[in-house]
DNA sequence: CGAATTTGTTTGCTACCCAAACAATCTCCA
DNA sequence: TGGAGATTGTTTGGGTAGCAAACAAATTCG
């Protein structure tokens, strides 16, 4: 019954791709957070974006953003430069550290990839994620 | 990039799945989580079950089921039984109070899911469904 | 210039999750 | 049968993630 209900299937899904995510790094004697990894990718591709774009981009509240990117700065992977034409804004980087764990992150999390998607082929992954994506929009303008 | 890693797309679509469902509820004046709506189906399914029997259905873990039991109990919507013939468990059920919120909660999650699936077809829901349900197993014994 | 808006931060609240420790109870076996 | 070990529910403590409201600093716009 209630495994008929797309929203059970997704949150099911979500939980234990949620710990394969985390079991991978932890093996690798590494901690990440899936939601760290976003962030530290848009970083990496939009260097000198604002806090404000970084939570728009990432669909959260940008108070939510603070202490994770507080984080990610403690432990070195990030900068808040101060920005040359506004004095409101913070441009955000990473560091050279932060390129170099990134690196080593988007391995951990391809093989995390290739596990979860053991079961499916290519054509069925790819069909999964345009079906999650058509969701996403049905639901909300998250 | 990251919109081509089926777990980004997971987690996205989840939270905007989340969100509606509490927007549901809100509208109709109601306050209710997924995963209370989630235990109260399993509980009236399975009348006499025990908490650790309940946390393995939903994959949690026995601790993190008291709150939400006491929650729900608080609100009147479940009661926990002496066991007759196991004095360490409590046999879960529903109150008749809790039976008549569920029928009005199965109705709005049944409108909820119609509004998620509302880009989909009938089969590629069902497709989606049965695709999510095969990257769990393949992502761990969750 | 002054009012309104934007940005980042802080504070406070909620939900969810786990691990470890504990008392009560049950099981099992020597 | 008596005690050792396992199980159950609870409590405590810690961590992540999310929002809303209020605030100061800075910008924009009338």
Redesign the pocket.
């Known amino acids: 019954m209630l495994t008929q209900l797309l929203g059970y299937g997704l949150r099911r899904a979500q939980?234990a791709v949620f710990a394969d995510f985390a079991s991978t790094f932890a093996r690798a004697g590494e901690t990440l957070?899936?939601?760290?990894f976003g962030l530290l990718v848009l970083v990496e591709r939009n260097a000198g974006l604002?806090?404000?774009a970084l939570s728009r981009a990432l669909?959260?509240?940008?108070?939510?953003l603070?202490p994770?990117?507080n984080?990610l700065q403690a432990r070195g992977f990030l900068v808040?430069h101060a920005s040359p034409t506004?004095?409101?804004?913070?441009a955000l980087a990473l560091t050279p550290a932060g390129e170099k764990a990134l690196a080593k992150f988007a391995r951990l999390v391809k093989a995390h990839e290739k596990r979860i998607t053991a079961g499916l082929s290519a054509a069925e992954t790819r069909a999964l994620i345009e079906l999650l994506e058509r969701v996403r929009t049905a639901a909300g303008p998250l």
């Open positions: 939980s957070t899936p939601g760290e604002s806090q404000m669909a959260i509240d940008r108070s939510t603070v994770i990117l984080r808040r506004d004095g409101r804004t913070h």
